[in-house]
């Protein structure tokens, strides 16, 4: 019976954190003070020294378990509230009162039935 190990790839684990925050190498680069080319070797290495690891982590707010941690075969649950940067829809801050808005609804929907009426009656009156 073999064992198999466990291989956590570093620099694909950055690459896919980066992805899924939408953030581009450049950026990100720039965020830990490295060129766009430095920051994409890192992406190809397996193994990344702890102190870029920290930065990486740092720059993408996440723990640097998610990087070392993390392998192919393993999925990331991610709750909503975990980070702080209105990526959520429960964040949201609307600009207006959204109870306002169903009155201002109510209300047109309201003159519209009357004038119905209005008008129906009308056509009774003229028979």
């Known amino acids: ?6 291989r956590n790839n570093h620099g694909a684990n950055v690459r896919r954190w980066r992805e899924w925050r939408g953030i581009n190498q450049d950026v990100l680069a720039e965020q830990i003070g490295v060129s766009q080319a430095t ?5 190809k290495k397996d193994k990344l020294e702890q102190d870029i690891l920290e930065k990486i982590a740092k720059a993408l707010d996440i723990p ?5 941690e993390v392998d192919n075969d393993s999925s990331i649950n991610i709750f909503s509230g975990t980070w ?3 990526s959520v ?4 801050h609307p600009s207006f009162n959204p109870i306002d808005k169903v009155a201002e609804l109510y209300e047109r929907l309201l003159k519209s039935e009357q004038e119905k009426v209005a008008m129906l009656q009308e056509i009774l009156n003229k028979k």
């Open 64 to 68: 640097v378990e998610a990087i070392t």
């Open 39 to 43: 920051f994409s070797g890192y992406e």
């Open 1 to 6: 019976m073999e064992a198999t190990v466990r």
């Open 89 to 92: 829809a429960q964040n949201y």
């Open 84 to 86: 702080n940067d209105n």
